[in-house]
């Protein structure tokens, strides 16, 4: 069993905690108290500004559990001075307060162990989200207060609204005030008991002025600024809807519990039915607007798909439409079903809704006659206590805008069906004449009625009806006594052409219908596979524009597919065959090439969201880009402006005694004394020289404008001046086979602050009784200086950062450098056309390895690019 749980905040607007999920017991609590076999009880006292009176109800109900017989202690109080607060203490056990030592001042803590061992049934503990002083075993008071809660303590507990997670950023913009320390708002709501301490804004400034809150010198700034009234109204609305809010979950868990299926109207709930037709804005826009008339009302919109998957709305519309749904701050839902209305209301009664909007039907007169009740008849047949509003809109008796057979059949098959039903029947007639005598009037009548079905398959319904028709007139006049005529002898014959002619239209319709969701569903499955593999290449990365674009007219089998700005004119001639779908709000994706059919239309609004989104990206991405720089030089002038505060401090401060002592009159020094503090004045004012010059050469490695003098240099004469510069050390320098060494095409003066700087992070890293070796070799045309230590080594993972300016990765001492060193030395050798590259020492350690091209080699390049050039 786990328990969310936060760090504390005092109950001063602004400070900071941290917050986790840890196991109820902490590691080194001692384990529960005997007697107690279940998790103590939590109930937090929530305010909304401090001052409230948080800690007086909190003490009151101690007391108020005291007289009833309660064992309760106060474990923490914290009263601010306030005399009625603190006359509230009167009577109640208080667990003496442990002190603890921190940067030479002494803190009042909450005794944790004490309170254990004392061992309550009832500890009062005030502020929840307060970190605790260093030195106590848990960091934060919420891990006392769940160790309380382990051993059978009920807790009560006190909060303010401004710390709560989700609500941080909306009191910084109402205070002003951001709010460094905050709460996760599950480990409030997990409290057995939540209790609201409620005061107007009047009143609460009242008791400030009489100096009931803050000391009277605190008291004008604070009415002036976070203490407004209103900053003090909104902190309280905020109070009140997110205990609101605590106290719907509550209600819903309970019906959940007593499976309590009516509608309970705490609450206005208004759901909205969206069909993804054109009548979706206006029904959205109603509904907000008969949420808006009760506060705190909210706004639902659903969506009844079909489960297998044939329906009819358009995908562009529904996320149109969840846009706006979103915007007006309501919700939007999909739920899957094929009875639309009990789909519907159960998707209602599962959200507590009130009210249910939806549009009238979109079918005309006939349709409503034909079929039979709709979706918002049965709808508001079954909606039981849910209000039902049917909105009239602009489609409404229209008729459904679905796809028709006329729509989706190609041309050749809508002029070939009526030709069929009526050439089909003729020639079955004039074969069935030729042989009369081998076959009944029942086996004539089912080939009549094989070729109806056979019409139906390649014209649909209405040329079915034409030959279920025709058919019937041929069977009558040839083959139903008396023959020849249109009279029916006898009653049997009539009813069996009648049977004929029902069974007829009704197997046409059938077919017809079923050959339409057959259609209807390899469309469907041909675009599931189309925008499948549109979210493939997306996962896969390809989120390019140009990319979409291009799987765009791959999939669509089209010539050409741009983005064009809406505002650009065309050429008229190329503009006639364009496929253009809007893209954001100032594009436009064209496509050129063959006409999309209507369902191939609605595949590509698809396409071009996700172009839409592609375009953002890039959008944001360039912006992005063209931030980081302006970041980046943010990051570094911090870092600069925070190492050099201490850096430059030193020699400087170092300096100043030095010299102020010498300048002292009330002193006699001698002669040792004053060479002495001379050589101090010395070495600083060296260390603050080198400091400034590592910092303007980094400066001007950067801006680009550090000036080489490149020369044939020699490495052994490099390595001593080097060597001159560093401060003395106990780690001796061993130098190698310089003077054996090929002489390097470098800028002395560059070379040798490089040098120094990796010898001086050698000579830093290295050990006691430990030496830095310096070697050089030729290796090709380049020669490599080795500066090899024997310290812990950096990880391969690390080994890129030792180069970023102000690192000063594994310094045991970090208060001396600036961590430039690594990051100059790499700027400089590489501005000279070298490598500055890390290498682990055999046995441990680390070795930077300087390479730079040979003098010889750098010269014979010279000389060969100066004779193609006098060739040329």
């Not at 064209?590 to 996700?610: D, I, K, N, P, Q």
């Amino acid at each position: 069993m786990t328990r969310t749980v936060t760090t504390a905040a005092t109950d001063t607007p602004g400070e900071r905690s941290e917050t986790g999920v840890l196991p109820l017991a902490s590691p080194g609590a001692p384990p529960p108290a005997e007697g107690w076999g279940r998790p103590g009880r939590l109930k937090v006292f929530l305010g909304a500004a401090p001052g409230v009176g948080k800690t007086y109800r909190m003490l009151d109900e101690g007391r108020r559990r005291a007289a009833r017989g309660t064992d309760v202690v106060v474990a923490f109080a914290e009263c601010h001075k306030r005399p009625n607060t603190e006359a509230m203490l009167d009577g109640l056990e208080m667990i003496p307060r442990a002190e603890r030592a921190y940067r030479d001042t002494v803190f009042p803590e909450m005794d944790l162990d004490a309170v254990l061992a004392r061992a309550p049934q009832v500890a009062l503990v005030d502020e929840l989200p307060h970190t605790n002083i260093p030195g106590g075993r848990n960091a934060k008071r919420w891990e006392d207060i769940d160790e309380l809660l382990n051993a059978g303590i009920d807790v009560v507990t006190t909060v303010n609204i401004q710390h709560l997670e989700s609500l941080n950023d909306v009191v910084e913009k109402i205070t002003g005030v951001p709010q460094r320390e905050t709460v996760p708002d599950e480990v409030v709501r997990r409290a057995d008991q939540i209790e609201l301490v409620d005061m107007p804004a009047e009143a609460l400034r009242r008791r400030m002025a009489h100096g009931n809150v803050y000391a009277h010198e605190k008291v004008d700034a604070a009415l002036s600024h976070y203490f407004r009234v209103g900053n003090l109204t909104a902190l309280r609305e905020l109070a009140l809807l997110w205990v609101a809010g605590r106290v719907d979950e509550g209600l819903q868990k309970y019906r959940s519990e007593h499976s309590i299926g009516g509608v309970w109207e705490t609450r206005e709930r208004v759901v909205v039915a969206l069909t993804g037709g054109p009548e979706g804005d206006t029904l959205i826009r109603r509904a907000a607007r008969i949420a808006d008339r009760s506060a705190g009302g909210d706004l639902l919109a659903v969506h009844i798909a079909r489960s297998d998957g044939l329906a009819d709305a358009s995908p562009a519309a529904l996320a149109r439409q969840r846009e706006l749904i979103e915007s007006l701050g309501g919700s939007y839902h999909s739920v899957v079903g094929n009875h639309v209305p009990t789909a519907l209301l159960d998707f209602a009664r599962a959200e507590n809704a009130t009210q249910l909007v939806m549009g009238t039907s979109r079918r005309g007169q006939l349709m409503r006659f034909l079929a039979g009740p709709g979706v918002g008849e049965i709808t508001t047949e079954l909606s039981g206590d849910i209000d039902v509003h049917r909105v009239t809109h602009e489609r409404s008796g229209r008729g459904r805008l679905l796809s028709t057979t006329r729509s989706t059949l190609p041309l050749a098959r809508r002029v070939a069906g009526p030709v069929a039903g009526f050439v089909l029947p003729v020639l079955l007639t004039v074969l069935l004449a030729n042989n009369r005598g081998i076959l009944n009037l029942t086996s004539e009548a089912l080939l009549f009625l094989l070729a109806v079905v056979g019409v139906a398959c390649i014209g649909g319904v209405v040329s079915a009806l034409l030959a279920s028709i025709t058919a019937s007139l041929l069977l009558n006049y040839y083959f139903i006594a008396p023959v020849g005529r249109f009279t029916i002898g006898e009653a049997n014959n009539a009813l069996a052409l009648i049977v004929f002619a029902v069974v007829a239209v009704t197997v046409a319709t059938i077919v017809d219908r079923s050959l339409r969701l057959s259609r209807r569903a390899a469309n469907a499955t041909a675009e599931a596979e189309t925008l499948s593999s549109l979210a493939g290449s997306i996962l896969r990365g390809d989120q390019a524009v140009q990319a979409l674009l291009e799987r765009t007219r791959e999939a669509f089998g089209m010539d050409s597919a741009e983005l064009v700005d809406k505002d650009s004119r065309p050429q008229p001639e190329a503009d006639e065959a364009a496929v253009k779908v809007p893209v954001g709000q100032d594009s436009l994706l064209v496509l050129r090439g063959r006409t999309l059919a209507a369902s191939e239309r609605r595949v590509l609004t698809a396409f071009a969201a996700h172009v839409s989104a592609a375009l953002e990206h890039s959008r944001l991405a360039e912006a992005a880009a063209e931030v980081e720089p302006v970041k980046a030089a943010d990051r570094m002038r911090t870092a600069l402006l925070a190492a050099v505060s201490h850096d430059l401090r030193t020699p400087l401060a170092s300096t100043w005694a030095a010299v102020s002592s010498l300048r002292s009159r009330d002193v006699e020094f001698s002669d040792d004394d004053r060479d002495e503090l001379l050589a101090t004045a010395e070495e600083s004012l060296d260390k603050l020289n080198r400091l400034v010059d590592n910092l303007l050469d980094m400066s001007r490695l950067q801006a680009g404008a550090l000036t080489l003098h490149l020369q044939p240099t020699a490495l052994a004469d490099v390595f001593a001046l080097a060597l001159d510069t560093l401060p003395e050390t106990s780690v001796p320098v061993i130098a190698q086979a310089l003077d054996e060494a090929p002489v390097v095409f470098a800028d002395p003066p560059l070379l040798e602050r490089a040098v120094a700087n990796v010898v001086a992070n050698a000579v830093r890293h290295t050990p006691d009784g430990k030496d830095v070796l310096v070697s050089a070799s030729a290796l090709g045309s380049r020669v490599e200086l080795r500066v090899v230590d024997q310290g812990p080594g950096i990880r391969a993972e690390d080994r890129d950062r030792v180069f970023e300016p102000f690192q000063r990765l594994g310094d045991t001492d970090n208060t001396t450098g600036l961590g430039l060193g690594l990051a100059l030395s790499r700027g400089l050798t590489e501005a000279m056309g070298g490598t500055l590259t890390p290498e682990d020492t055999p046995g441990g350690g680390l070795t930077m390895v300087v390479s730079l091209p040979a003098a010889a080699a750098a010269a014979a390049g010279a000389t060969e690019t100066t004779g193609e050039a006098a060739r040329a």
